[in-house]
């Protein structure tokens, strides 16, 4: 899809109906790859996929997603809050675009056991991911859903 119907098209899904292919996991890991972080400091930054049922069991607020992919770095500023989020968007956007079911998650932040984490990471953002039957067409959404402002 063009990048801006799909960029219009997106929205959060928090049903699912089954597990991802590894080939869609490795497409939207590869979208991920491809983020832009502050600095070009990529080796702070990782990204883990689970889809361990006894890991899943363990994380709030999840709904059910068969797939969760956490965004870690190895330090907590904006710099890396900033980074993280535009990695877990290019992957919400490439899940989207194979007509997977994403969503953005810090529900579960709070619940991820340290083991599933690099030594010194902390996560923080999380996509929630799996099959959906709903479809991605462009949106009607009020103009100001964020108010701007052009200062000229
Ligand atoms: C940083 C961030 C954190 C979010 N955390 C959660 C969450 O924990 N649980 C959830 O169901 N949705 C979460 N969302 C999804 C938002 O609620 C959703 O994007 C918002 O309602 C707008 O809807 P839309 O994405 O369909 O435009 C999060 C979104 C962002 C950007």
Not at 26 to 48: C, D, H, P, W
Not at 66 to 89: D, K, L, Q, R, Y
């Amino acid at each position: 899809m063009e990048t801006l119907k799909m960029i219009q098209s997106r929205k959060a899904i928090r049903e699912f109906n089954g597990q991802i292919s590894d080939e869609q996991l490795q497409t939207i890991l590869k979208a991920g790859n491809a983020g832009a972080v502050g600095m070009s400091q990529f080796e702070n930054y990782r990204i883990i996929a689970i889809q361990k049922e006894d890991v899943l069991a363990q994380l709030n607020g999840i709904h059910g997603a068969p797939t969760v992919i956490i965004v870690a770095a190895n330090a907590a500023t904006t710099m890396e809050g900033v980074s993280a989020g535009i990695i877990v968007h290019n992957m919400e956007l490439a899940a989207e675009d194979l007509g997977l079911g994403a969503n953005y998650n810090m529900a579960s932040l709070g619940s991820i056991p340290a083991d599933v984490l690099p030594a010194g990471f902390k996560p923080l953002v999380v996509l929630t991911l799996g099959q959906t039957t709903e479809t991605f067409t462009p949106r009607n959404l009020p103009d100001d859903r964020i108010k701007k402002e052009i200062i000229k």
